[in-house]
């Protein structure tokens, strides 16, 4: 296929490709090694390439895929991620609204694993499809110790999962592997860039961009969404007072059952 343009991924000496595997279908191809980490470089590089195909080229549908055959994307690197300021609010948060809203049908090919923000990025997609006999998806978060911004919470609910699945993945932290991720309803099928394009085919998606209105379509599908991404300051400033709360709750009942030991005469 004929490359039709490149983005360099400056930290790593990764890039972005896209080329046309058919008329109308534009492959965007992500490198950065080792593991396609969701550092500032490389979400400005992929929100770069997709204003590119916004702007350049005829409406068709978007695919994405990593170029690394081992990840999709293994997720955040948390060191950048907490030594950069406002990290999920300017760097992280721009590129799962684009892709929410991007004026053509979007879909995931996930052909590795898929950990932490390699499953929000994926999430965004209005189509997935995960190979079939390798790689996992996980939200490791609960075995970190890390919240979950609220934004990418609700992307997951309202995107992913029922509620049972929401609980398996993110309060247990389950590793689902194709088959799995099938049968739970996070992707739409299992195999490569061939059942891709079938899926494509089967859809008429090509045509679906080609009135202009889906990207309005999914504004309002996925207003919930976008709202919380919009009041993104607001939505920290409740969690920093629900932070506030819970400590100052802790500290009453810590006081309470001093109390209870002191007047029982237990000692736990």
């Known amino acids: 296929m004929t490359e039709l343009f490149r983005v360099p991924v400056a930290s790593t000496g990764g890039h972005f490709a896209c080329t046309s595997p058919a008329k109308d279908v534009y ?25 590119i195909i916004e702007a350049k080229y005829p409406g068709g549908v978007l695919i994405t895929t990593s170029a690394i055959a081992k990840f999709f994307s293994n997720g ?25 809203t991007f004026p053509m ?35 490791p978060e609960v075995d970190m110790g ?27 932290g389950r590793r689902v592997n194709g088959p799995e991720a099938l049968a739970y309803g996070l992707v739409d099928g299992l ?17 679906k961009s080609k009135a202009g209105a889906i990207g309005g379509l999914k504004e309002d599908a996925y207003r919930e969404i976008i709202t919380a991404i919009d009041g993104y300051d607001q939505d920290a400033e409740w969690r920093d007072a629900l932070e506030k709360r819970k400590k100052a709750d802790a500290a009453k009942n810590e006081e309470l059952v001093a109390q209870w030991e002191k007047k029982s005469g237990s000692k736990l």
């Not at 950990?115 to 996980?138: E, M």
Request: proline share 5%.
């Open 191 to 207: 195999g490569g860039l061939e059942e891709v394009l079938k899926l494509i085919s089967d859809r008429k998606l090509i045509q």
């Open 27 to 51: 492959l965007l191809s992500f490198q950065s090694v080792p593991d396609n980490r969701t550092t500032s470089d490389f979400l400005s590089a992929y929100l770069l390439s997709l204003n």
């Open 76 to 100: 955040l690197d948390l060191e950048h991620t907490m030594s950069t300021p406002d990290f999920f609010r300017d760097r992280f948060n721009p590129i799962i609204r684009k892709l929410l």
């Open 146 to 172: 890390i919240l979950l911004p609220s934004t990418l919470a609700i992307l997951v609910k309202q995107k992913l999962l029922a509620p049972n699945v929401y609980r398996d993945l993110t309060l247990e």
């Open 105 to 139: 049908p979007t879909i995931a090919l996930m052909n590795g694993h898929a950990f932490g923000a390699g499953v929000f990025l994926a999430a965004a997609h209005d189509y997935r499809i995960q190979n079939g006999s390798k790689g996992f998806i996980c939200l």
